[in-house]
C-alpha cells in the first residue's frame, strides 16, 4: 500500500475514534468542535484532496469558532506541510507536537494469557458507568470534561471496546479501541499512577489489540504525543514501531 494512502486511512480512522458532536466541512476544510479543552475534536482539519492553503478560510474559521467561544486552532500534518508557512505568517503558533504511531496486525506482541481468568482484562462493547467513572478519576478530568467524554465515545459510530483492568474492585488500567476502514485504533490508554509498573498499561492494549485482529483489522494505529517517552515505550514494547505521519497545532497568538 502507498504510504500516504496508508497515512489518510489513519487519520480518517483517527477521527472516527474520537468524534466531536459538531462538524462541518468549509471549502475543503473539517471543522471540528466539541468544547472542552482536548485539541484534537476542537480543530480545523485538512482532508484527503481537500484545500492546503487555509488563508481564504481564516476569516470564516476564525469567526465560527469566536462564535463558539473557542480560538481558532489548525492541525498540521506532516503529509500536508504547506499549511505551517501560511498560518506562522497568519500570527499561528505551534504546540502540541504529536505522533502516530502504526504495525501491521502480523507485527504485535499480544500476549497469550490476557484473559480475566487469567487475571488480565476485561472487555464490553459500551463504556459503562464503572468504567467511564475510572477513566474521570484516572485521568484526574473535571465532572464537564468528563460528560464532553462520554459523549464523544456515545459518538462512536463504527465497532468499538472497551477494555479494563482491575485489581480487586477498582479499576487500575483502563483503554478503548475502534475499527474503521480496517484499521484498529487504541485510544485513551491511562494507567492508576499509584499501580504503574505492573504490566496493567500492557495488558489492556493487549486486549485490544486482540479484538482489533478478531474484528479483521489489517494493522491498529495510535496517536501519542512526541515527548511522552514512557507511553512511547510501552507502545513499542508492544509492537508500535512503524510512525507514519506526525502533526503538531498551530493556534492564534493573542494581540
Same mark, same amino acid.
Given at each position: 500500500m502507498d504510504f500516504t494512502e496508508l497515512c489518510w486511512r489513519a487519520e480518517e480512522a483517527c477521527m472516527a475514534a474520537w468524534p466531536a458532536p459538531r462538524? =462541518? +466541512?468549509?471549502?475543503?476544510?473539517?471543522?471540528?468542535?466539541?468544547?472542552?479543552?482536548?485539541?484534537?475534536?476542537?480543530?480545523?482539519?485538512?482532508?484527503?484532496?481537500? *484545500?492546503?492553503?487555509?488563508?481564504?478560510? +481564516?476569516?470564516?474559521?476564525?469567526?465560527? #469558532?469566536?462564535?463558539?467561544?473557542? *480560538? *481558532?486552532?489548525?492541525?498540521?500534518?506532516?503529509?500536508?506541510?504547506? =499549511?505551517d508557512a501560511v498560518l506562522e505568517d497568519h500570527g499561528y503558533a505551534a504546540e502540541g507536537a504529536t505522533l502516530t504511531l502504526y504495525n501491521d496486525i502480523a507485527g504485535f506482541a499480544i500476549p497469550s494469557d490476557n484473559s480475566v481468568a487469567d487475571g488480565g482484562a476485561e472487555l464490553a462493547v459500551i463504556p459503562g458507568a464503572a468504567w467511564l467513572e475510572a477513566r474521570s478519576e484516572l485521568s484526574r478530568v473535571a465532572a464537564a470534561e468528563a460528560r464532553i467524554f462520554e459523549t464523544t465515545v456515545n459518538s462512536i459510530m463504527v465497532p468499538r471496546a472497551f477494555a479494563a483492568r482491575r485489581e480487586g474492585e477498582k479499576i487500575a488500567a483502563l483503554a478503548y479501541g475502534v475499527v474503521c476502514n480496517g484499521l484498529g485504533v487504541i485510544e485513551s490508554v491511562v494507567t492508576d499512577e499509584t499501580r504503574r509498573r505492573r504490566g496493567y498499561g500492557r495488558q489492556v492494549v493487549g486486549r485490544l489489540?486482540?479484538?482489533?485482529?478478531?474484528?479483521?483489522?489489517?494493522?491498529?494505529?495510535?496517536?501519542?504525543?512526541?515527548?511522552?517517552?514512557?507511553?512511547?515505550?510501552? #507502545?513499542?514494547?508492544?509492537?508500535?514501531?512503524?510512525? +507514519?505521519?506526525?502533526?503538531?497545532?498551530?493556534?492564534?497568538?493573542?494581540?
Open positions: 462538524e =462541518m +466541512l468549509l471549502d475543503g476544510w473539517l471543522l471540528r468542535a466539541a468544547g472542552g479543552g482536548v485539541r484534537r475534536p476542537n480543530s480545523v482539519n485538512p482532508i484527503r484532496g481537500g *484545500a492546503r492553503d487555509p488563508s481564504a478560510v +481564516l476569516p470564516a474559521v476564525e469567526a465560527i #469558532y469566536g462564535a463558539l467561544g473557542q *480560538a *481558532a486552532l489548525f492541525r498540521v500534518l506532516s503529509i500536508t506541510p504547506e =499549511m489489540l486482540q479484538w482489533a485482529k478478531d474484528e479483521g483489522a489489517e494493522g491498529v494505529c495510535l496517536q501519542v504525543v512526541t515527548d511522552n517517552e514512557a507511553a512511547r515505550g510501552l #507502545y513499542r514494547s508492544l509492537g508500535f514501531t512503524t510512525e +507514519l505521519h506526525s502533526y503538531h497545532y498551530r493556534r492564534k497568538s493573542p494581540g
